[in-house]
Structure formats: structure tokens, C-alpha cells
């Protein structure tokens, strides 16, 4: 199944609803159950996984040695930050007030929703503008050294 890729700007109302984008919500599996596992990004952003997703990222985190500390430092975090949503009848998903707040979010203002392929990213714009304006490597170079080995 096609991934979840382009980008949109929506609002997030009072109550942390958020649309999903329809182009988004018609790449979302059947298996997903219209539903997200939300959790914290590896940067100051919002994941959002359908559940079939985010199901196979959590045995594959099962898997790893639970005695290294960093493994359970990740599933710690990874863990503490999850919640499931469902889409509802308007195509809407409740962002946490937690993850709001990491990812310097507001209620009533705009919100950036990238699709990233196997997830869908949420990211203030001004935060997202930032960590592009941050980033050492040209994407010519990164596509490079990223891609250039196929």
C-alpha cells in the first residue's frame, strides 16, 4: 500500500482536534482500524502511526535486550509518550495535551502534517522552519549519501 507523503497546514481546535488530510486518511490501511498510535518525535514533533504500524515497531522493540540500559531508556520514552487515536466521524484525531506541549503546538493555530511514508509527522511550522534552517547537510548531499548506494 502507498505510504502517507505531501504536506498540509491544518488547525487544531480548542479541544486538540486536528484533521487528518484526506489524501492521508485514504493511504491509512484497512488494518490500521482508523486508528493512530501518537507519540513523541525524535525531534520536537508529533508521530502519528496507523496501528498496524506502530504494532510492528513495538515487537521489534520487544525484541531488544531489555538488560542494555539505552533499550530501556528508549521503551521508556517511546512508551510513556503513546497513545492510540481514532479517527472520528469528521476525520479527526485528539492530540494529547502532552505531545501538544512537546511539540510546541497551540490550540486554535496552524499545524504543519507531512506525510513521512510509514508515519505522518505534526510540526509547529515556525519549529518546523527552524529545524530546517539547522540542518548541516544540503539535501543534495544528504540524497547522496542516503541514496547513493542503490
Given at each position: 500500500m502507498?505510504?502517507f ?31 493512530f ?14 496501528l ?10 520487544r525484541e ?87
Amino acid at each position: 500500500m502507498a505510504g502517507f507523503k505531501g504536506q498540509a497546514e491544518n488547525s487544531i481546535d480548542g479541544k486538540g482536534r486536528m484533521p487528518v488530510p484526506a489524501k492521508m486518511r485514504r493511504a491509512l490501511s484497512p488494518d490500521a482500524k482508523e486508528t493512530f498510535v501518537a507519540t513523541r518525535g525524535i525531534e520536537r514533533c508529533v508521530f502519528l502511526y496507523p496501528l498496524n504500524v506502530w504494532e510492528e515497531i513495538e515487537e521489534a522493540v520487544r525484541e531488544k535486550n531489555q538488560f542494555v540500559a539505552a533499550n530501556r531508556d528508549f521503551v521508556r520514552t517511546i512508551a510513556m509518550w503513546a497513545d492510540e487515536l481514532t479517527l472520528d466521524g469528521q476525520g479527526r484525531v485528539g492530540l494529547p495535551k502532552n505531545l501538544i506541549d512537546f511539540a510546541g503546538l497551540q490550540t486554535g493555530s496552524k499545524a504543519l502534517v507531512i506525510g513521512a511514508f510509514d508515519r505522518i509527522e505534526v510540526w509547529d511550522p515556525d519549529v518546523f522552519q527552524a529545524h530546517l534552517n539547522d540542518q548541516d547537510e544540503s539535501y543534495e548531499s544528504l540524497a547522496e549519501r542516503v541514496m547513493g548506494g542503490i
